[in-house]
């Protein structure tokens, strides 16, 4: 079965250096005929879907607006939820196999706390910014976001070894419903 990346960012303007970054995840998970989800938008979520669009990728951008008129121009399918932020991050983390962090604000912590409560794999890509180069300082024993454990959380610093890791401990259906929390 195909995996379903999911990648989570910084919206708005990100650094030459980031976007390119982004684009290089993209380009590898179509490379390896995943899937890519994203918010759909700007930032890192455009640069991400540029990548993957551009190699014959599929993609997928989840938006919290009831229009298409948000949406980056790299998608393949737009689903607009009319639902806002906080349920479209939602939607986005629980349809993906796997989540990948590059870079990102408030927004894309929330988004990586929640796959974590959901037991989601979260592969965090240092090097790149924003909370992506702040959870391990936060983070409990360096691998998890409290002491339940929920899953361990992984990082790199590389975009060959971030992919490496996102489709290694992508998640199956049945593994997903193991891990289920609550």
């Not at 455009?46 to 949406?71: F, N, Q, Y």
């Not at 927004?107 to 992506?132: D, H, M, Q, R």
Request: hydrophobic share 40%; net charge neutral; proline share 1%.
């Amino acid at each position: 079965m195909t995996v379903r990346v999911g990648v989570i960012g910084k919206s708005g303007k990100i650094s030459s250096d980031v976007k390119e970054k982004a684009y290089q995840v993209g380009k590898e998970i179509a490379l390896r005929e995943g899937i890519l989800l994203s918010g759909g938008r700007d930032g890192v979520m455009a640069a991400v879907s540029k990548g993957a669009k551009e190699h014959c990728g599929t993609t997928v951008g989840i938006l919290p607006g009831r229009t298409k008129k948000e949406a980056n121009d790299y998608l393949d399918v737009a689903l607009t939820t009319g639902l806002g932020f906080e349920i479209r991050s939602n939607i986005l983390v629980r349809s993906a196999d796997v989540i990948i962090m590059v870079n990102g604000r408030n927004g894309t912590f929330n988004e990586a706390s929640s796959a974590y409560l959901l037991g989601k794999p979260v592969i965090i890509f240092e090097g790149t910014g924003g909370w992506a180069d702040k959870v391990r300082d936060i983070a409990w024993q360096e691998k998890y976001l409290d002491e339940r454990k929920n899953a361990e959380l992984r990082y790199a610093d590389s975009v060959i070894d971030v992919v490496d890791l996102a489709f290694k401990y992508a998640l199956s259906d049945e593994e997903l419903e193991k891990n289920k929390v609550g």
